[in-house]
């Protein structure tokens, strides 16, 4: 049996994640820097912060996963902040590179999540992986968090996967379970004109993607994490009702309304970019979830 260790196996990603290799035939473990995690999982330390890991396991696993890093919207971005979301992420990878460095028997193969906030907001056009980075926080984070796992696939022979997962849909955590409040007092709500590209994914196949990533030799590189429909936030918004079965108004949560309340945080919603899927179907990759009203029909009816 393959074993799987995942930083960030307590995240939504994660945790969905984790299900679908054990119901894969997958041994699963975390690292984590809570003592305890998820009972499901053997969990073992480490702190990227402070520099910690525990090295055993990392010998012990064919694969390890990373999708550690504190969250974009979990508070404003002060500068203190931004650097945490920065540092939280690089110097996992930085971590993860030092342990692998010291194996005499490496995983198999490391696949990092990474993020289209790579991109930046770029208006009408599709943007593929060989497009380079954006302007803005979102964009200069990003590059710092590639550059640490571009450091593992240079120094170590360890095949490497960068995923950069796009907006994922989930009624468990995220953006949707954000929208889905408003429905309650039959609204609807889009950010700013609501013409910004959202390039989503359905929580599923974006695990489906890192299990691929995993099970797939050839697979080695940056790939795009979203579905291959994006749809403008308006758009969703609209969808939205008719996925849950109500009848909700539309309306818009104004532009200046969200920048006094979340400050340049509110880039993470008024802006958007549409990304393309065509890399990862041509490396063989089938979406289950590419039609976005039928995606959050099953998240909705599913609980996911």
């Known amino acids: 049996m393959k074993k799987v260790l995942i930083a960030g196996g307590t995240g939504l ?18 690292l984590s820097r809570k003592i305890g995690g998820n009972p499901k999982y053997p969990t073992y330390h480490w702190d990227p912060m402070k520099g910690l890991i525990d090295q055993d396991i990392v010998s012990q696993v064919d694969y390890v996963i990373n999708l550690a890093g504190a969250g974009i ?24 590179l030092s342990a692998f460095q010291e194996l005499a028997k490496p995983p198999s193969a490391f696949i990092s999540g990474a993020a289209i906030g790579f991109y930046g907001d770029r208006g009408e056009q599709e943007v593929t992986e060989e497009d380079g980075p954006g302007m803005g926080f979102l964009s200069e984070s990003c590059v710092a968090w590639e550059k640490s796992i571009e450091q593992i696939r240079n120094k170590t022979n360890i095949r490497t996967v960068v995923i950069r997962i796009g907006l994922v849909l989930s009624t468990q955590g995220g953006a949707l379970e954000k929208m889905l409040l408003p429905l309650h007092a039959f609204t609807s ?20 993607q890192f299990i691929f990533a995993i099970e797939q030799e050839k697979m080695e590189g940056i790939y795009n994490g979203v579905a291959p429909n994006p749809a403008r936030n308006k758009t969703i918004a609209k969808v939205l009702p008719r996925a849950k079965g109500v009848s909700a108004a539309v309306v818009p949560a104004p532009r200046l309304a969200l920048r006094l309340a979340m400050g340049e945080m509110a880039d993470a919603v008024l802006t958007g970019t549409k990304v393309s899927a065509a890399k990862i179907q041509e490396a063989g990759f089938q979406f289950e979830h590419p039609d976005l009203e039928a995606a959050l029909k099953h998240l909705i009816s599913n609980n996911l």
Not at 13 to 30: F, K
Not at 201 to 207: E, K, Q, V
Request: proline share 0%; hydrophobic share 35%.
């Open 13 to 30: 990603i994660g945790s969905r994640l984790s299900s679908l290799l054990t119901a894969g035939g997958y041994e699963v473990a975390h």
């Open 73 to 96: 919207a979990d508070a404003r971005w002060t500068s203190a902040r931004k650097q945490l979301i920065i540092d939280s992420r690089v110097r996992g990878n930085d971590l993860l």
């Open 189 to 208: 709500t889009y950010f700013g004109n609501g013409q910004q590209w959202y390039s989503w994914i359905h929580l599923d196949d974006i695990c489906r």
